[in-house]
């Protein structure tokens, strides 16, 4: 079972993520948010949750209950592409998602102090990058002077 | 000036060790060339054409003199004996090793400096107008603003890969626009409003590179408590819209020229009113805080033109050009600000030896409380020089090449390190500058020329801004030749404009003669006192090609 980083653990992934439109979705997929919007009311199996892919953005989400989503991804084509920082912290202070958001794609463990700031939960790297040394790098900065999705309140109201 | 605590100290610390680490990784091949290459990049360095370039923030031009030396210093063991001051206010170093950056940004943070975003897709240093806290017609110190901009935009989680590089200015004046703001990503106008509260009128969409733009008001008042929600509404726009398919049309003037000012106006609100009130909205106490790290020094109280000024003015020639030229109107009576210029003929523009910069910290602790500022114009500045003591300092200032009396003449002029250093570059720009600088040596010549600003870059990048230049000189490359596109009529003031490009490019050899002619036909077509940039307003283009493409008889 393919492994990931999860609230700073090495875990099993429990999850499939379907990327192939043509598959057929199980309770354990997470499909894609276009796939998913076009196909809610004909699918026959509860999903997993979705991901959101790099110029989706999130206000498709309006008026959705996102919180029937165990997960939601959100996939990254390029690490230097950084519209998925933006998503994660919407679903989390927008639209009040409180399950696991999960980073796809092509980011590296140098994001992953910004990456869990705004709110991401679980990582699913490259095949390979060493995960052991990547959970080194969860946390390079003890503090922060920007509030963030763990604490809104910017350092000047903390200091 | 701002003083770190505890935190801040923490924080640079912190980034010095991570830097370390990822150095580490990038030499043993654990971090491919191209990972590394954002993360180097985040900590201001380069990979040059000779050699990699390290760029040292200056948050908002502030220099106390023990990090000029610190800096000197570093020059002097990690490269050779020099730097670059550049037009943003940062200190660059041409020929340092990447095994010894981690080392040297370890140096920086015992002085409380670092190389933060100095570099990247991401917020960079933000720059402010050199005269700030010291000139008496602003509406308030812009500094404390800049260092809260500064902390806000330091490892933001959410914008440390955006699009593009992303640049803030902030003016405070309505007399100049010394920071360039008109085109810097966002440019912040301090303003007071018709209630008296503080706030900022915020323009956004500037920008120079292949497509320079004028930016444009996207809001005449912000006030300042709201500031930051406001910055992070624009950018998490910018962020998520911005183009990322063409790195020349990324820039946050695409976007706004594309979706077009109300449009864009439109969804920064509507992301403003998620964020407007919440955590991020900056209290007074804060405000208070950082005001307090800019109170005035301990200034004497004095008169204004003491004898001893008005004696030297009288009797020598020499210091009456450098005190008109290069000394500045300050707040208080018996005080001046004095520009260091860092242009003197033979020497790079913003060069300055490791030697020059001990000088420079000398006389920082000799005339003016042990700071300096550095400016967009690539000089540095002593705030708050006593007026018995300019002759004093103009001695020593000549000493040291500081004391060329051109500020804001043909030949103070604003340069890229261009094909040199830079592996970006068409073509090189230092020897242009020393060809004007050899040529246009008759000061009277240049006094009687007046304020000019020439500008050179080396290639498209526009480093040396030369589209806001009233000459602006570029660089290009024609089959491998290097050549010379010619603008006239740019502007970075509040009066800010995109120059026009006189014709076809020239060669390297004719520039300064191309350059005679125009100033000929200015000296021909002006009204009394009329400034180059007014005459060329009011004739238009025309002329000036006329003079610059006519055949020899």
């Known amino acids: 079972m393919p492994k990931l980083i999860k609230n700073g653990e090495i875990v099993n992934d429990t999850y499939v993520w379907s990327q192939d439109p043509e598959e057929t979705p199980t309770t354990n997929s997470i499909i894609a948010a276009q796939k998913w919007l076009a196909d809610k009311d004909t699918l026959e199996t509860k999903v997993a949750g979705i991901w959101i892919e790099a110029g989706d953005g999130v206000d498709f989400l309006e008026g959705i209950d996102v919180n029937q989503f165990d997960m939601i991804g959100v996939h990254f084509p390029a690490f230097a592409d950084g519209r998925g920082f933006s998503y994660a912290r919407l679903l989390r202070e927008r639209h009040g998602f409180k399950g696991d958001i999960r980073a796809l794609g092509q980011f590296i463990p140098d994001q992953l102090g910004y990456l869990l700031r705004v709110g991401f939960s679980s990582f699913q790297f490259n095949e390979n990058v060493d995960l052991e040394k990547a959970l080194l790098l969860h946390k390079p900065f003890s503090v922060a002077y920007q509030g963030d999705v763990a604490d809104p309140r910017p350092l000047f109201l903390r200091r | 000036m701002y003083q770190y605590d505890a935190i801040d100290q923490q924080l640079v610390s912190e980034r010095v060790a991570q830097f370390r680490d990822q150095t580490r990784r990038y030499l043993n091949k654990e971090l491919s060339e191209q990972e590394f290459l954002p993360l180097r990049l985040q900590n201001g360095l380069y990979v040059q054409r000779y050699a990699p370039m390290l760029r040292i923030a200056i948050p908002y031009g502030m220099l106390s003199s023990t990090q000029l030396r610190k800096l000197a210093d570093i020059s002097c063991r990690y490269d050779r004996s020099y730097g670059h001051f550049s037009t943003r206010q940062n200190l660059q170093l041409n020929w340092p090793k990447i095994e010894d950056v981690p080392d040297i940004l370890a140096e920086l943070a015992d002085v409380e400096m670092h190389a933060v975003q100095t570099s990247g897709n991401c917020i960079r240093n933000t720059t402010t107008d050199q005269y700030a806290g010291v000139i008496s017609d602003e509406v308030v110190d812009p500094r404390p603003y800049c260092e809260l901009i500064r902390q806000w935009s330091t490892f933001h989680p959410e914008f440390a890969f955006l699009p593009r590089k992303f640049k803030i200015a902030v ?232 004391a060329t009396p051109t500020l804001g003449l043909l030949t103070d002029m604003i340069c890229c390190p261009g094909g040199d250093f830079c592996a970006l570059a068409n073509a090189k720009s230092i020897p242009i500058a020393a060809q004007i600088q050899e040529t246009f040596n008759d000061l009277d010549y240049l006094y009687d020329l007046g304020n000019i600003d020439l500008n050179i870059s080396g290639c498209m990048n526009a480093c040396g801004h030369h589209h806001v230049g009233n000459i602006g000189i570029l660089g290009v490359d024609k089959k491998g030749e290097e050549f010379y596109q010619i603008s006239i009529g740019g502007a970075s003031g509040h009066d800010a404009s995109i120059g026009k490009i006189l014709g076809p490019s020239f060669a390297q050899e004719d520039i300064s003669s191309v350059i005679q002619k125009l100033m000929n036909v200015y000296v021909e077509y002006r009204y009394e006192d009329e400034r180059f940039i007014d005459t060329y307003r009011r004739v238009g283009i025309t002329p000036f090609k006329e003079a610059a493409y006519a055949k020899a008889n």
Do not use: C
């Open chain 2, 171 to 402: 003016n405070a004046t309505d007399s100049a626009d010394r920071a360039a703001t008109q085109v810097h990503d966002i440019g912040l106008h301090i303003k007071k409003n018709e209630a008296g509260d503080i706030g900022f009128k915020v323009i956004v969409g500037g920008g120079l590179g292949r497509t320079p733009m004028v930016g444009v008001t996207i809001s005449d008042f912000i006030p300042r408590a709201d500031l930051l929600t406001y910055l992070d509404a624009i950018i998490r726009v910018y962020n998520q819209h911005g183009r990322r398919d063409n790195k020349y049309k990324a820039r946050i003037k695409i976007l706004v020229k594309a979706l077009g000012i109300e449009e864009f106006r439109y969804r920064v609100d509507a992301e403003w009113a998620h964020l407007r009130g919440k955590e991020s909205t900056v209290p007074m106490s804060e405000f208070e805080r950082l005001q307090s790290f800019f109170s005035e020094p301990d200034y004497a109280s004095l008169e204004n033109n003491p004898d001893s000024l008005t004696a030297k003015l009288s009797e020598s020639v020499g210091f009456a050009r450098w005190y008109e030229r290069n000394t500045f109107e300050h707040k208080k009576p018996g005080y001046r600000i004095v520009t260091l210029t860092l242009k003197k003929a033979g020497q790079a523009p913003g060069d300055a030896t490791a030697e020059q910069m001990q000088k420079a910290a000398d006389l920082a602790d000799r005339f003016s409380f042990s700071e300096l500022r550095v400016s967009h114009e690539q000089n540095l500045v002593l705030a708050d020089v006593r007026q018995d003591q300019l002759v004093d300092l103009w001695e020593a200032a000549k000493e040291s090449g500081f």
